[in-house]
């Protein structure tokens, strides 16, 4: 087990990695702002909770996973 999980994981950061500089860098604009995201901004307050983001980075997620599993 030790062998073959070690490149799947090593890639697995490095896409973590990159998909990290983009989002810093913007170069993901798109992301957080989804229709569906909820966004309250008060005077002194803000609020915001990027529900349809989440569930697309799941799916995606979801989707990677189940690939490696077949």
């Known amino acids: 087990m030790g062998r073959e999980l070690g490149p799947v994981l090593v890639g697995i950061g490095v896409v973590v990695v990159v998909?990290?500089?983009?989002?810093w860098s913007g170069g993901?604009?798109?992301f957080?702002?989804?229709p569906g995201?909820?966004?309250?901004?008060g005077e002194n307050t803000r609020l915001y909770i990027p529900w349809v983001s989440m569930?697309?980075?799941?799916?995606v997620?979801?989707?990677v996973l189940w690939f490696f599993r077949r």
């Open 19 to 23: 998909i990290g500089l983009l989002a």
């Open 28 to 30: 993901l604009p798109w």
């Open 32 to 34: 957080g702002r989804l």
């Open 37 to 41: 995201d909820i966004r309250i901004e």
């Open 55 to 59: 569930l697309l980075v799941s799916a």
């Open 61 to 63: 997620i979801s989707l």
